[in-house]
């Protein structure tokens, strides 16, 4: 049976212990990180194909003016930005961060191309997943063009019931969000209190409940 994408990128375990019949010729070394070491930094070059095979990330870019923007967490199983390994210049965009114990499975650039030729299947996985982080880096952009603090908040929780449904629970804790939407800390505490009060969300610990969707559309304008 043939395997569909997402379970081509699910399977890492497989790889590993050599049972995937679509890696099963693959060259490929395994490293281990601990908790809160810096395993890649912004402008790394980036000559394999990375992936997490177990723990999670988080990724962070240093803009122009030298502020700390915070991009996503990453959980496995998931490659690490593997556009870049077939751009001009190939170097991270981001400095990736572990938060947990992880694994990463590094497969050279010479055995991607070699995979893609052989593995209809892997070639589709792959640019399915880079046209998706396209997608994401968009809303990205769309989310640090909104000038308010609470638009922002609002625009993310948005997404956030969107993929996950209604409640759902927040990944990041309050300095992470921070960071990730480019703000002071007090000033996010603030506006979260805020939305709390006008009845828009609901927030108990790290589950967030959506009172009010038009609300929160109104300050995306």
Not at 2 to 23: E, H, Q, R, S, Y
Not at 51 to 65: A, F, P, R, Y
Request: with cysteine; proline share 5%.
């Amino acid at each position: 049976m043939k395997k569909t994408a997402n379970m081509i990128w699910n399977n890492i375990d497989d790889l590993v212990n050599g049972k995937d019949d679509v890696f099963s010729d693959v060259t490929f070394s395994c490293t281990q990180y601990p908790k809160n070491e810096l395993v890649f930094r912004q402008n790394d070059i980036c000559d394999s194909l990375y992936l997490l095979s177990k723990g999670s990330v988080k990724t962070e870019m240093i803009t122009e003016n030298g502020n700390l923007l915070g991009i996503e967490i990453i959980h496995a199983p998931r490659p690490l930005a593997p556009a870049f390994l077939f751009s001009e210049d190939n170097r991270f965009p981001v400095d990736v961060t572990s938060i947990t114990d992880i694994e990463i499975i590094k497969i050279p650039k010479k055995e991607v191309v070699r995979l893609m030729s052989l593995q209809p299947d892997f070639m589709h996985q792959f640019i399915s997943h880079n046209s998706n982080r396209t997608q994401f880096l968009t809303h990205r952009l769309q989310l640090l063009t909104i000038k308010t603090i609470k638009g922002k908040i609002a625009y993310f929780l948005l997404e956030q019931m969107q993929e996950y449904g209604n409640p759902f629970m927040l990944e990041r804790n309050q300095t992470e969000l921070a960071d990730f939407f480019n703000i002071p800390r007090p000033s996010l505490a603030r506006s979260l209190s805020e939305l709390v009060q006008e009845n828009a969300i609901r927030i108990e610990r790290k589950k967030i409940t959506i009172l009010d969707e038009n609300k929160l559309k109104e300050l995306l304008v």
